[in-house]
């Protein structure tokens, strides 16, 4: 660890260390980052720290620091390893809806493989080359068409508002069932069902009841549910889109 003001992981030049006789070998930003992230998706984020990613290297956690100094680094870099995953062209296709449902989907995906993802990734900014390709990607998306760059930033802030806060409450429901112990139907079937029928029955709160009894997607399963609500998300940008080129 050093004294020294802290800059971004992404202006500090990786260490480079030769292996010799006699010499331990050196690690890796790389290997760190693949062993923090393995530690994570299997135990949480919290369990990822320098002591036990040095554990599993078989080595001294200080040794580590020398390659990453701060945990806040380690967590860039755990975010921007993830966000690698995220599989896009090289550019969007023309088509914005389509690229930025192309986005959407894949950034659900990948965050279910890292349930820690999401969390970190919206309480703290971060900006690795990973999150920047994506970020241009979605920027991208919506260039050419008459919008200036705050319109274009704002939609993008809009899709991701969207997907991060579905995705947060897709793994809040999978962390329920895994220490309840039942799956998410029997969870809303034999947990809170027995509840939400007395409210039902009361006739307290019409609102919610016909949002039980009458609602085409409370019983969608998560990825048609996802998908349902970006589409309306889309609709919306649409629309916004529209109006903003028609002035």
């Given amino acids: 660890m050093t ?26 930003r790389d290997q760190i980052t693949r062993t923090a992230v393995q530690i994570a998706d299997a135990e949480g ?14 080595t001294g ?10 945990r806040d680094d380690l967590f860039d870099l755990m975010i921007d390893l993830a966000m690698s995953e995220i ?12 690229s930025l449902t192309l986005l959407a989907r894949q ?4 965050s279910l493989r890292h349930p820690w993802l999401t969390a970190l990734l919206t309480s703290r900014p ?6 920047l390709r994506v970020h241009e990607f979605a920027l991208g998306a ?15 802030g809009m899709l991701n508002d969207y997907v991060h806060s ?8 999978l962390d329920e069932a895994r220490r309840t112990g039942l799956d998410p139907q029997r969870w809303k079937r034999d947990y809170i069902g027995p509840y939400v029928r007395q409210v039902v029955g009361s006739g307290a709160f019409p609102l919610f009841s016909r949002s039980v009894l009458d609602s085409r997607t409370a019983h969608l399963v998560p990825d048609e549910r996802f998908q349902h609500g970006l589409e309306r998300i889309l609709d919306a940008i649409a629309a916004l889109i529209t109006a903003l080129q028609s002035r």
């Avoid at 956690?61 to 701060?70: E, K, Q, T």
């Avoid at 599989?87 to 389509?98: M, T």
């Avoid at 971060?126 to 999150?131: E, R, S």
């Fill in 166 to 173: 579905a995705i947060r409450r897709e793994i809040s429901w």
């Fill in 142 to 156: 919506l260039d050419g068409i008459g919008l200036d760059i705050d319109d274009i930033t704002g939609f993008v």
């Fill in 61 to 70: 956690a200080m040794s580590l620091y020398r390659y990453v100094p701060r």
């Fill in 87 to 98: 599989e896009l062209p090289d550019s969007p296709s023309g088509d914005w809806r389509s």
């Fill in 45 to 58: 984020v919290e369990a990822a720290t320098m002591r036990r990613i040095a554990c599993e290297l078989g």
């Fill in 107 to 110: 950034t659900r995906a990948v």
């Fill in 126 to 131: 971060t900006l690795g080359p990973n999150l």
């Fill in 3 to 28: 004294d020294e003001e802290p800059t971004s992981i992404w202006m500090q030049p990786e260490r480079q260390e030769r292996s010799g006789p006699g010499r331990r070998p050196g690690y890796s």
